[in-house]
């Protein structure tokens, strides 16, 4: 069974910084892309950041300058940099990884969440 487990959330003062881990473990055969996304109180979820298998990426407007994701292929891991927070950076950070098991159809795969709140 294919699961994503975060790590490195929690509460930081403004203009901080919180490093995001995301590691992918099972019985995985290859993850294409790998990112982050995030969900604050009443609003959707939006991305944040997305890396692919070969280390391209593409980030929200709202973080470009700030977060910087990266990604360890032999680690099955994604992380996310992030630095200069802001109290409207607070949110649920989930990662999410496009994963294909062994013997299976890949499938986009999400993680429990970690709560990022940034507060003086």
């Known amino acids: 069974q294919v699961q994503l487990v975060e790590s490195g959330g929690g509460l930081v003062q403004p203009g901080g910084s919180l490093r995001l881990s995301c590691a992918a473990s099972g019985r995985i055969f290859r993850i294409n892309g790998m990112g982050w996304y995030r969900q604050a109180p009443g609003k959707q979820r939006e991305l944040v950041a997305a890396i692919t298998r070969s280390g391209s990426t593409v980030a929200a407007d709202s973080v470009k300058g700030r977060f910087t994701i990266s990604r360890d292929n032999d680690k099955n891991t994604v992380y996310l940099q992030m630095n200069g927070l802001k109290p409207e950076d607070t949110a649920v950070y989930y990662c999410?990884?496009?994963?294909?098991?062994?013997?299976?159809?890949?499938?986009?795969?999400w993680g429990q969440g970690t709560q990022v709140t940034v507060s003086s």
């Open positions: 999410n990884a496009e994963i294909v098991p062994w013997g299976e159809a890949w499938g986009a795969y």
